[in-house]
């Protein structure tokens, strides 16, 4: 037997799909609250000495969060090149946005605090913002892209070609989706500032936390009432082999209403992940109600988690349907990469995941503790 038939094409196709869904979350969860304190940086810092707090709290974590999305860019690439091509492509603009924005993060840690001058680190704290800030709202108009489908098609040569404009992308449901994301991942920020920063900071940070937490249930809530009721979603109308030919092509789909919520009726145990989403984020609040950091910052993560997670759920096999016809959708069974390639990623991903996670929480442990500002002020062991 050949090494790589040990594991079944459907099953491994399954298992990098879950492994897609962990590499997203985590750049979500890690790198999340990067990006929501730096969207609070102007909120609840009012001076240079709170600003510097802020800064450092993220400063010396932010590359090795950063790790989780090269690594979700990477897995897309090479598990799913379809998918790859066409939501890159696709999403071009939107995606060099991003860029800019987060290479603008690095530079405003590295330039900020170069001059004495005011006016100088005024303009670094705003590109923070950015920074932080328009990469949360354009993977959240992303994502609420993908729940309506993408306007791609398939030519018979596999010649993939994108249909849509950039201003298209800001539909009012996709701008919905944006809003969940900005106030999801502005609450795990503000949940990371309590843990990590004191007195006035601290206080402005908790009061922005309940708000957001608050914020992110409700607008979880409206923006799953608006799939439901006037989302359509797809779902495929023909028979298709698990383990078959990756072939968009071979296979009949089409809109259907009410869609994304069939998989809960098929495996009601699944209503626990979109549950989650609701519940989360409302004890994230309770727990910052009470001072308790540590867990608001780990219930923020699971509502993080549970919303992203629900969105793969409802979906499931589909991960990438097409608007514009919806037949040639990508599915889990049909736009992944071969069956040795599959394996050989799996092995690697189990070699490499353990050292990535041991090295993110030893990094974690060692940078416990708070940010003060006394410490800042004495330049004390703090690099921003």
């Given at each position: 037997?050949?090494?790589?038939?040990?594991?079944?094409?459907?099953?491994?196709?399954?298992?990098?799909?879950?492994?897609?869904?962990?590499?997203?979350?985590?750049?979500?969860?890690?790198?999340?609250?990067?990006?929501?304190?730096?969207?609070?940086?102007?909120?609840?810092?009012?001076?240079?000495?709170?600003?510097?707090?802020?800064?450092?709290?993220v400063g010396p974590v932010w590359e090795g969060n950063q790790v989780w999305?090269?690594?979700?860019?990477?897995?897309?690439?090479?598990?799913?090149?379809?998918?790859?091509?066409?939501?890159?492509?696709?999403?071009?603009?939107?995606?060099?946005?991003?860029?800019?924005?987060?290479?603008?993060?690095?530079?405003?840690?590295?330039?900020?605090?170069?001059?004495?001058?005011?006016?100088?680190?005024?303009?670094?704290?705003?590109?923070?913002?950015?920074?932080?800030?328009?990469?949360?709202?354009?993977?959240?108009?992303?994502?609420?892209?993908?729940?309506?489908?993408?306007?791609?098609?398939?030519?018979?040569?596999?010649?993939m070609y994108y249909d849509g404009t950039f201003f298209g992308l800001l539909?009012?449901?996709?701008?919905?989706?944006?809003?969940?994301?900005?106030?999801?991942?502005?609450?795990?920020?503000?949940?990371?500032?309590?843990?990590?920063?004191?007195?006035?900071?601290?206080?402005?940070?908790?009061?922005?936390?309940?708000?957001?937490?608050?914020?992110?249930?409700?607008?979880?809530?409206?923006?799953?009432?608006?799939?439901?009721?006037?989302?359509?979603?797809?779902?495929?109308?023909?028979?298709?082999?698990?383990?078959?030919?990756?072939?968009?092509?071979?296979?009949?789909?089409?809109?259907?209403?009410?869609?994304?919520?069939?998989?809960?009726?098929k495996q009601p145990l699944l209503m626990i992940v979109p549950a989650l989403?609701?519940?989360?984020?409302?004890?994230?609040?309770?727990?910052?109600?009470?001072?308790?950091?540590?867990?608001?910052?780990?219930?923020?993560?699971?509502?993080?988690?549970?919303?992203?997670?629900?969105?793969?759920?409802?979906?499931?096999?589909?991960?990438?349907?097409?608007?514009?016809?919806?037949?040639?959708?990508?599915?889990?069974?049909?736009?992944?990469?071969?069956?040795?390639?599959?394996?050989?990623?799996?092995?690697?991903?189990?070699?490499?995941?353990?050292?990535?996670?041991?090295?993110?929480?030893?990094?974690?442990?060692?940078?416990?503790?708070?940010?003060?500002?006394?410490?800042?002020?004495?330049?004390?062991?703090?690099?921003?």
């Amino acid at each position: 037997m050949i090494l790589h038939e040990l594991i079944s094409y459907d099953v491994l196709r399954v298992i990098w799909w879950l492994l897609l869904g962990v590499l997203l979350i985590g750049f979500a969860v890690t790198d999340g609250f990067d990006l929501g304190a730096g969207t609070l940086l102007p909120i609840v810092a009012r001076d240079d000495v709170e600003r510097r707090v802020v800064v450092n709290t993220v400063g010396p974590v932010w590359e090795g969060n950063q790790v989780w999305l090269i690594l979700g860019g990477g897995a897309i690439f090479a598990a799913w090149p379809q998918l790859y091509a066409v939501s890159f492509s696709g999403f071009y603009l939107a995606m060099f946005a991003v860029l800019f924005a987060l290479i603008l993060r690095p530079v405003g840690f590295k330039y900020r605090s170069a001059r004495e001058s005011e006016r100088w680190r005024r303009n670094w704290d705003r590109a923070l913002f950015i920074g932080g800030f328009v990469p949360s709202l354009i993977f959240g108009v992303a994502m609420g892209n993908v729940l309506q489908g993408v306007p791609f098609r398939i030519a018979p040569d596999m010649q993939m070609y994108y249909d849509g404009t950039f201003f298209g992308l800001l539909n009012p449901f996709a701008v919905l989706c944006g809003l969940v994301s900005v106030a999801m991942l502005t609450m795990h920020g503000a949940t990371w500032l309590v843990l990590k920063t004191e007195d006035a900071v601290n206080e402005r940070s908790r009061r922005w936390g309940i708000m957001t937490a608050l914020a992110t249930t409700v607008l979880y809530a409206v923006a799953g009432v608006v799939l439901a009721r006037f989302v359509d979603g797809y779902q495929i109308t023909s028979e298709m082999a698990a383990g078959g030919a990756s072939n968009p092509l071979l296979k009949s789909a089409a809109l259907a209403t009410g869609a994304w919520f069939e998989n809960y009726g098929k495996q009601p145990l699944l209503m626990i992940v979109p549950a989650l989403g609701l519940a989360a984020p409302l004890l994230a609040a309770i727990f910052l109600v009470v001072r308790r950091p540590l867990a608001a910052l780990l219930a923020s993560g699971t509502g993080i988690a549970a919303i992203i997670g629900s969105v793969g759920v409802s979906m499931f096999p589909i991960i990438l349907p097409s608007s514009a016809d919806p037949s040639v959708s990508l599915t889990v069974w049909d736009s992944s990469s071969s069956h040795l390639t599959l394996f050989i990623m799996l092995v690697c991903a189990v070699i490499f995941m353990p050292i990535i996670l041991a090295y993110t929480s030893w990094v974690f442990s060692i940078l416990r503790g708070k940010v003060k500002a006394d410490d800042i002020r004495d330049g004390k062991g703090h690099a921003y």
